[in-house]
């Protein structure tokens, strides 16, 4: 089930290791996959949606030209601190794939991913943000 819910949007996000398993701990150096899940409750599914995920502390994407995996992905710009993805979003749920590497050891908090329409961005959602420990 989708984690937190907005009223016409519900988004969460899990980090799996390469068994596609979800895992909060990992190597320096391993490449890991965020999976985004995410559909709307309501609303007009001919509007985009906008989907905003800053990495952790500590990750970078895990190639030069990483991208928003996923269908109805519409276009995607990766910076050095966030994926955005502009998706359209239907009623049944929509999986959406990235990869980050591990880069250095330590806490960090992944935060919380959003969603927003891109047409009325009253129109929103996020998931609670959690943490991941990489070890050296």
């Known amino acids: 089930s989708l984690g937190l ?11 799996l290791n390469e068994a596609g398993e979800p895992v909060t701990s990992m190597k320096a150096g391993d490449v ?3 999976e985004i899940r995410a559909r ?3 609303g007009n599914a001919e509007s ?3 989907i905003t995920d800053l990495f952790p502390g500590g990750f970078a994407p895990a190639s030069t030209d990483e991208s928003l995996q996923g ?4 276009q995607t710009a990766v910076s050095e601190d966030r994926m955005v ?3 359209m979003l239907e009623h049944q749920e929509s999986t959406f794939t990235y990869r980050l590497r591990a880069q250095t050891h330590g806490k960090y908090t992944v935060p919380a ?24």
């Open 5 to 15: 819910v907005g009223s016409e949007m519900c988004i969460r996000d899990s980090i």
């Open 32 to 34: 890991v996959t965020v």
């Open 40 to 42: 709307r409750t309501s």
């Open 48 to 50: 985009p949606v906008v």
């Open 71 to 74: 269908v109805d992905v519409r």
């Open 85 to 87: 993805g502009v998706c």
């Open 113 to 136: 991913v959003q969603a927003a329409d891109g047409a009325d961005p009253t129109i929103k959602a996020h998931d609670k943000s959690l943490t991941l420990t990489v070890t050296p």
